[in-house]
T-cell receptor, first 111, second 114 residues
Framework: DAMVIQNPRYQVTQFGKPVTLSCSQTLNHNVMYWYQQKSSQAPKLLFHYYDKDFNNEADTPDNFQSRRPNTSFCFLDIRSPGLGDAAMYLC??????????FGAGTRLSVL | KNEVEQSPQNLTAQEGEFITINCSYSVGISALHWLQQHPGGGIVSLFMLSSGKKKHGRLIATINIQEKHSSLHITASHPRDSAVYICAVRSNSNYGGSQGNLIFGKGTKLSVKP
């Protein structure tokens, strides 16, 4: 059974139209991460939550926001997607400093 | 220079061959991860190492902390092992952004032919 679930698997949006990607987990892990991965590149950390504490990477664009309403759910909001934001978005969870559990990812296309 | 270097970048093997993928890093770490990513798919965590050696099925991972080097071995390789294998280290300092951020290698693309 999938333990880190990302919805949707594929998302198509229009240039500038806000979009929200979701991630849920059944592992009760306290840390949740959002990564962006472009073709043939390594995943790039956008931000992570350690419990309720939000940690934003210095180079994450302001266009990207996140919400974690409870332990199980985490959302990635892209306020005004640009063509350069088309990528695979990966959610991951872990207990502090332990192995990461990744979701299957959401592939975002921007038209 | 990348802080995490993997070799080779691409690897083609025949089914049944013994495969080794190498990872060298230049920062102090608290742990090293080996990850597997299939085409178009999510990432699966294979191992997390801080010392020594771990084995799971046909996969073996080793790490030498003094030499800052890790290897991933696949015995009796199979076409279903075809994937990108990624080495990532968790820094033990406030390196590259938030503390404990994973630093990823560029991956090794493995193709196992039947």
């Amino acid at each position: 059974d999938a333990m880190v679930i990302q919805n949707p698997r594929y998302q198509v949006t229009q240039f500038g139209k806000p979009v929200t990607l979701s991630c849920s987990q059944t592992l009760n892990h306290n840390v949740m991460y959002w990564y962006q991965q472009k073709s043939s590149q390594a995943p790039k950390l956008l931000f992570h939550y350690y419990d309720k504490d939000f940690n934003n990477e210095a180079d994450t664009p302001d266009n990207f926001q996140s919400r974690r309403p409870n332990t199980s759910f985490c959302f990635l909001d892209i306020r005004s997607p640009g063509l350069g934001d088309a990528a695979m978005y990966l959610c991951a969870t872990s207990r502090a400093n332990s192995r990461l559990n990744f979701g299957a990812g959401t592939r975002l296309s921007v038209l | 220079k990348n802080e995490v270097e993997q070799s080779p970048q691409n690897l083609t093997a025949q089914e049944g061959e013994f495969i080794t993928i190498n990872c060298s890093y230049s920062v102090g770490i608290s742990a090293l991860h080996w990850l597997q990513q299939h085409p178009g798919g999510g990432i699966v965590s294979l191992f997390m190492l801080s010392s020594g050696k771990k084995k799971h099925g046909r996969l073996i991972a080793t790490i030498n902390i003094q030499e800052k080097h890790s290897s991933l071995h696949i015995t009796a390789s199979h076409p279903r092992d075809s994937a990108v294998y990624i080495c990532a280290v968790r820094s033990n300092s406030n390196y590259g952004g938030s503390q404990g951020n994973l630093i990823f290698g560029k991956g090794t693309k493995l193709s196992v032919k039947p």
